[in-house]
């Protein structure tokens, strides 16, 4: 009985860095936009999260924060340390563990059911961006720009609603087919 806890342990150790290897590897993959970069780091998140449930997605999300914060270049551009995650976007990562949460909750409470997991990254979207464009205001202000709610919101928002949904439906198709194969 020892030895099914511990593959299981070790299983869950093997997803939560692979997730958050693909968050790092989603980071990259970006078209610059402005202020705030077109990135599909939210598409790791909601993986992560759709896969691995609120508990493990949740820790994936925290593990790839912390291979950022000590330096490691995993963030956008491959940047990486204190600096970014208290920058303007840092918001935006740390959002990423509400994200995670909304999504896991969804993905666990209703079995990845594909409607529970379309609502869950909506909210989880939702939850970023609060967290994000709230962090962002008070980063540009902290610099000495005056930024209004409606400029972070025509800056920080409403170019990646579509982009963004357009990950929600990747997403879950991803997390639906390749769960399929996969069993966690």
Known sequence: MKTKNNNRFLSDLIYIAMFAAIMAICAQIRLPLGTVPFTLHTLGVFLAAGFLGVKN???SVLVY????AVGLPVFNGFSGGPGV?????????????FTAAAVGLASDIFNKKTPALVTGMIIGDI???VFGTVWFIFAMNGQGNSISIASALSTCVIPFLIPDAAKIILSVILTKRIGKIVKL
């Open 85 to 97: 995650l208290f920058g303007v976007t840092g918001g935006y990562i740390f959002g990423f563990i």
């Open 57 to 59: 997605g949740v820790i």
């Open 65 to 68: 924060i912390l291979m950022g």
């Open 127 to 129: 939850l970023c961006y």
